[in-house]
């Protein structure tokens, strides 16, 4: 997962260079521009991302349920996935994605991390993020979801979030940045942390 402010200084051919150095490992690569606009701008800048090689892009929902179809669809098309962010790991992300928001079909109220968990599902989704910080959300998400949608979760380590804790609450996917690459040995410290996985 390569974040907005890792991609602003790169250029074409070294962003191209990277994501092809992680599939010659194996490894999938997703843009995480939270990207959130109307539906032509979205098209352009999911089909500049898929030219440069990433497999996946991460969307932020407040854009609308028919922009975040319109996505889905075009990036299934090019066999690539969305990943919906539902809920921020930040700390202050709670004021805002817990805040109770009105459903457009009807009068009840939830939290506005659920509807967008809602729109994920309705418009077929490749997952959804939920940070590692809130377990307690992760696990309402897991219930609502079962196995429609991975829950991808940054904010370990660094950020306060605790492998054993994400796993059990629902999370399939750990995100871990910060916490690998300022350590003074960073391929021990992944291997650590593989390992506290199992």
Not at 18 to 37: E, F, R, S, W
Not at 49 to 68: K, R, T, Y
Not at 114 to 142: E, H, M, R, Y
């Amino acid at each position: 997962k390569l974040n907005f402010h890792l991609l602003l200084p790169l250029g074409k051919k070294e962003i191209v260079r990277i994501n092809k150095t992680a599939h010659q490992y194996g490894l999938q690569t997703i843009a995480d521009i939270k990207l959130n606009d109307i539906g032509n701008t979205n098209e352009i800048a999911t089909k500049t991302l898929w030219n440069f090689g990433f497999d996946a892009v991460i969307v932020n929902p407040i854009m609308g349920i028919e922009s975040l179809k319109k996505i889905v669809t075009t990036a299934h098309k090019q066999d690539k996935g969305v990943i919906v962010l539902c809920h921020m790991s930040a700390p202050e992300a709670k004021i805002s994605y817990d805040m109770n928001v009105k459903s457009p079909n009807n009068s009840k109220t939830m939290p506005l991390y659920q509807l967008f968990l809602k729109w994920a599902i309705s418009s077929k989704a490749d997952g959804i993020i939920v940070g590692a910080t809130f377990p307690k959300i992760i696990s309402k998400c897991k219930k609502i979801t079962g196995k429609k949608l991975n829950i991808y979760s940054p904010g370990i380590g660094t950020q306060g979030g605790k492998i054993k804790e994400t796993i059990a609450n629902g999370s399939d996917f750990l995100i871990v940045g910060r916490t690998i690459l300022n350590s003074k040995n960073p391929a021990n410290t992944a291997k650590q942390l593989q390992l506290s996985c199992i």
